[in-house]
């Protein structure tokens, strides 16, 4: 096996594994998840809300995740550690989930962007843009998108991987709609001059 092809299979794993992860630990408040592989073992850090349910009585539904990795993915000697996440609102994928449950019992779009973003700062972001993308409106009207971005957020180069990303989607009865979150986390440092004071638009601290 080339070392190319190895990787590429080794991504999908990982790929696979986080999703199933996501979907087993979802009660949980599930966030994230750090994956690494050595010779002798795969660590796995899970980042949820509520790490009670994410280990169980006993520690009964982590032991049984535990199982169903070595056994459904082949990770070798799987070791998983539960962090909790200390804010939420500087969660990318918790974020995104609660814009889809507001969207799917059909709260106002950009109302729940504006005070959604206004949050993210207040508890300390440098940065963070919405996207919503798909049917925003009642039956019949055309697709489009929201887009909304308050601080910091770099684009390319460098600084673009401290950004934190996370993608979902909703489904109100008008149909899909696409959610992109993004958070410049609180202490980033980026390069070049000081960075500005962020401020808040007044139609988002009215909100």
């Known amino acids: 096996m080339t070392v190319e092809r190895k990787f590429i299979e080794d991504a999908v794993v990982k790929l696979n594994m986080s999703k199933y992860l996501a979907k087993e630990l979802s009660r949980a408040g599930f966030s994230g998840v750090d994956i690494q592989k050595t010779p002798v073992l795969t660590r796995i850090t899970v980042y949820v809300m509520f790490p009670g349910r994410a280990i169980g009585p006993g520690g009964k539904t982590i032991n049984?995740?535990?199982e169903n990795i070595k056994n459904r993915f082949g990770a070798q000697n799987p070791q998983i550690s539960v962090v909790e996440v200390q804010n939420k609102m500087l969660e990318p994928m918790l974020v995104a989930k609660d814009l889809a449950e507001k969207l799917e019992r059909n709260m106002n779009p950009?109302?729940?962007?504006?005070?959604?973003?206004?949050s993210i700062i207040l508890n300390g972001a440098l940065g963070?843009?919405?996207?919503?993308?798909?049917k925003l409106a009642a039956k019949g009207a055309r697709a489009k998108t929201i887009r909304k971005l308050v601080g910091h957020m770099p684009k390319s180069g460098d600084p673009v991987k401290y950004v934190r990303e996370a993608k979902v989607a909703a489904y109100p009865k008008y149909g899909a709609i696409g959610i992109k979150v993004r958070i410049l986390p609180a202490g980033?440092?980026?390069?070049?001059?000081?960075?500005?004071?962020?401020?808040?638009?007044?139609?988002?601290m009215n909100s």
């Open 64 to 66: 049984e995740i535990t």
């Open 110 to 118: 950009r109302r729940i962007i504006q005070f959604t973003i206004k």
């Open 128 to 134: 963070a843009e919405i996207i919503l993308s798909g």
């Open 188 to 204: 980033t440092i980026l390069p070049g001059s000081a960075m500005k004071v962020i401020e808040i638009p007044k139609e988002i």
